[in-house]
């Protein structure tokens, strides 16, 4: 019974992730002018703080992706590095995955 339980809580998991995928039929066009951890000051707190860059994120209502800027942020406790995000190939064209603190 614990066996199965588990299967179905990855399974669902698994499917609830795939859902919210968004997948696009070509990647839109990255931005002419993207800011670089050089053209923003890094903020001078005491804090942890780390260079998030540019990223896709999907609009529900347009329905599209819109570009978010790079930015520095402060980073969760535990958290020193962000991993960017990518553009992965998939049956129906390209999927974003986004970028995540690790």
């Not at 999907?58 to 969760?76: I, M």
Request: charged content about 35%; overall charge positive; some cysteine.
């Amino acid at each position: 019974m614990r066996k199965l339980v588990l299967l179905f809580l990855f399974v669902f998991i698994g499917f609830t992730l795939k859902i919210t995928a968004q997948v696009v039929e070509e990647k839109p066009k990255e931005p002419t002018e993207k800011r670089t951890k050089n053209d923003i000051d890094k903020p001078t707190t005491n804090a942890t703080w780390v260079w998030v860059a540019g990223e896709w994120d999907w609009k529900k209502d347009s329905k599209e992706y819109k570009w978010v800027k790079g930015h520095w942020e402060k980073a969760p406790k535990n958290k020193k590095c962000w991993k960017s995000g990518y553009w992965k190939k998939v049956k129906k064209g390209w999927e974003w995955s986004p970028g995540y603190w690790k």
